[in-house]
């Protein structure tokens, strides 16, 4: 059967796609955040998982605000970067898993999430800025992908609780996909920040570095958690955490915290890095 090995999470901000495409890993500015992730590479080195599961938020690139569904699978054999307008490179085609995306698809509608299917599926910054952050680019890593799309932005948002036991459904379906894949989940976004209004630049370090410590052995406190909680505490933006309670209930009860990095700021956010090993 497939196996969850472990999850991985990274935030998003669309400078990071700029700074990487113009090599500034050591630029004073960029070299805390970039030095976060060789130890992660390492780590997926040795473990050469050939699945990831990214839980993203789309931006306005693939859905917009007339039709904006909860929770959005990708069943696409590739998916396609394109231009949001922010002035990235856009970069190349990622390799998709149908087959284990249908199963997946199947596994979560009998549980009673009624997620909207996708054949086809323009990725954003959301998912290509982590997928480049950790596997670099697509010609020299194959990495398969299976983009989830959890809704952050037109409320009513799901609340934390839904999105972990969102995750939970997944995982439940990646254990029962008969194949030998290893699969990696990844929760993308966050932390705390705020791109606009009177409290734009907000960045909240202590509840940041609380929802790292919390999200590896007491998911179930910050299943707690309000939207509106999120929205106070971490930022309009900040919200994205629920990304991250999703990859939290596909990885099983116990994980081991392998790494993180948190930086303060990277553009107007707070960035997170973390690694959990399952079944620890
Ligand atoms: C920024 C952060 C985001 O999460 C995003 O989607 C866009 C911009 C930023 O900090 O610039
Ligand atoms: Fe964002």
Redesign the pocket.
Same mark, same amino acid.
Request: glycine residues 10%.
């Given at each position: 059967m497939a196996e969850i090995i472990a999850g991985l999470t990274s935030?998003?901000?669309?400078?990071v796609g700029n700074a990487y495409a113009r090599k500034l890993f050591d630029d004073p500015y960029w070299k805390p955040f970039f030095d976060g992730y060789p130890p992660v590479h390492q780590w997926l080195d040795e473990q050469q998982p050939d699945v990831a599961i990214v839980f993203y938020?789309d /931006?306005g690139l693939n859905f917009f605000l007339d039709k904006m569904p909860t929770f959005s699978i990708g069943a696409a054999p590739t998916y396609e970067n394109k231009d949001e307008g922010?002035g990235i490179p856009t970069i190349g085609t990622f390799q998709g898993h149908p087959e284990l995306s249908w199963h997946i698809i199947d596994g979560v509608v009998a549980d009673g999430f009624d997620v909207c299917t996708c054949q086809e599926m323009a990725v954003d /910054? $959301?998912f290509t800025v982590p997928v480049q952050l950790f596997w670099g680019d697509r010609e020299e890593n194959p990495i398969k992908t299976i983009p989830i799309c959890i809704n952050t932005v037109q409320h009513p948002l799901p609340s934390p609780r839904r999105c972990w036991e969102f995750g939970k459904a997944i995982g439940r379906a990646v254990a029962s996909f008969p194949g030998a894949e290893k699969v990696v989940v990844l929760g993308t $976004? $966050?932390l705390s /920040?705020q791109?606009d209004g009177t409290r734009a630049g907000f960045i909240n370090k202590e509840f940041d570095l609380m929802c790292m410590d919390k999200i590896v052995d007491e998911p179930e406190t910050l299943a707690k958690l309000s939207v509106m909680d999120l929205v106070r505490e971490a930022g309009a933006?900040g919200a994205?955490f629920i990304l991250w309670m999703a990859m939290r209930g596909a990885l099983g009860d116990k994980v081991k915290e392998l790494h993180r990095n948190y930086h303060i700021?990277?553009?107007?956010?707070a960035a997170g890095l973390m690694l959990l090993e399952c079944g620890a």
């Amino acid at each position: 059967m497939a196996e969850i090995i472990a999850g991985l999470t990274s935030s998003h901000i669309p400078a990071v796609g700029n700074a990487y495409a113009r090599k500034l890993f050591d630029d004073p500015y960029w070299k805390p955040f970039f030095d976060g992730y060789p130890p992660v590479h390492q780590w997926l080195d040795e473990q050469q998982p050939d699945v990831a599961i990214v839980f993203y938020n789309d /931006h306005g690139l693939n859905f917009f605000l007339d039709k904006m569904p909860t929770f959005s699978i990708g069943a696409a054999p590739t998916y396609e970067n394109k231009d949001e307008g922010w002035g990235i490179p856009t970069i190349g085609t990622f390799q998709g898993h149908p087959e284990l995306s249908w199963h997946i698809i199947d596994g979560v509608v009998a549980d009673g999430f009624d997620v909207c299917t996708c054949q086809e599926m323009a990725v954003d /910054h $959301g998912f290509t800025v982590p997928v480049q952050l950790f596997w670099g680019d697509r010609e020299e890593n194959p990495i398969k992908t299976i983009p989830i799309c959890i809704n952050t932005v037109q409320h009513p948002l799901p609340s934390p609780r839904r999105c972990w036991e969102f995750g939970k459904a997944i995982g439940r379906a990646v254990a029962s996909f008969p194949g030998a894949e290893k699969v990696v989940v990844l929760g993308t $976004g $966050g932390l705390s /920040h705020q791109l606009d209004g009177t409290r734009a630049g907000f960045i909240n370090k202590e509840f940041d570095l609380m929802c790292m410590d919390k999200i590896v052995d007491e998911p179930e406190t910050l299943a707690k958690l309000s939207v509106m909680d999120l929205v106070r505490e971490a930022g309009a933006q900040g919200a994205e955490f629920i990304l991250w309670m999703a990859m939290r209930g596909a990885l099983g009860d116990k994980v081991k915290e392998l790494h993180r990095n948190y930086h303060i700021p990277i553009s107007n956010t707070a960035a997170g890095l973390m690694l959990l090993e399952c079944g620890a």
